[in-house]
């Protein structure tokens, strides 16, 4: 299984960005995928997650109605739109992968991981 994250950059506050987690390796329909950050000093936290089947999707409260995670299986891609973004969104955001659901994603231990992409919220 291979996850490779993409996306990142810098923005200023207020700016937007899209992320982009694609798989390989893996029957990727059947998967949750869950994007998490890490930033200088901090521990890992998770971001966001998409279930496999329903699809249902998890957010961290501090992006809640600014982050919109979604997938697109033909293309074993998934999505993390951020908007709006804060200085205390700048880390290192990687994605990873669950059988199913998102139920590693709670306790920050999924399956298979990426290497991450830098976000940096800055003027």
């Known amino acids: 299984v291979q996850l490779q994250a993409s996306g990142g950059g810098l923005v200023q506050p207020g700016g937007s960005l899209r992320l982009s987690c694609q798989a390989s390796?893996?029957?990727?329909?059947?998967?949750?995928i869950g994007w998490f950050r890490q930033a200088p000093g901090k521990e890992r936290e998770g971001v966001s997650c998409?279930?496999?089947?329903?699809?249902?999707?998890y957010y961290e409260d501090s992006v809640k109605g600014r982050f919109t995670i979604s997938r697109d299986n033909a293309e074993n891609t998934v999505y993390l739109q951020m908007n709006n973004l804060k200085p205390v969104d700048t880390a290192v955001y990687s994605c990873a992968t669950e059988l199913r659901l998102c139920s590693g994603w709670f306790y920050k231990d999924m399956d298979n991981w990426g290497k991450g992409t830098l976000v940096t919220v800055s003027s």
């Open positions: 390796g893996l029957r990727f329909n059947n998967y949750a």
């Open positions: 998409i279930n496999s089947g329903d699809g249902g999707t």
